[in-house]
């Protein structure tokens, strides 16, 4: 194969891509795996093709599939997704209850890369799921800091305070 076969076969797959990405915005689901899937037996290695058959796999609710999709996006040497990848990732071990694991991921993530206000209040309310109100409180009050008006964070601290913790005056304000 030459240099302008590859380079169409590079340009075809994006068209693709594109396509399977709308589909997947509009909930024609099966539609945007049929595509992705033929991109993923030409292109392996594509970690947008990944990325994108793990929303699909997520949306369909089977996090195990999304999350092998995934990990080859983590452990790929170096690609735009990695943020993105890390959130879904959380969100996906949050839903299978793996706190263990999703909490492993934000923290290396909050300390290899940036405050990221989401991680962070994926991270509190793991703690909340877990019954550790002190821990939830301080990381809410650490979006606070970054995010004065971050919604998630200032409903989950106020229901963490009220309901949890019965500090009703501190918890409407």
Known sequence: MGFLDFSRKRSESEIKIQKATIFLN???LAEAKKILEQINKFDP??????FLLGIYYIKKENYRSGITHLLRIIDA???????QAVKVLVYSYIKIKNY???KHLILEALEKYYKDVQLLNMLAYL???EGNFKDCLQVYRDVLKLDPENATALNGLG????????RYEEGLK
Not at 45 to 50: G, I, K, L, T
Not at 159 to 166: A, F, G, T
């Open 45 to 50: 290695d594509n970690m947008e093709v990944h």
């Open 100 to 102: 263990d694991i999703a």
């Open 77 to 83: 040497p170096s690609t735009i997704y990695l943020p």
């Open 127 to 129: 703690y909340y799921d």
């Open 159 to 166: 229901y963490c305070l009220i309901d949890n913790l019965s």
């Open 26 to 28: 509009e909930g024609n």
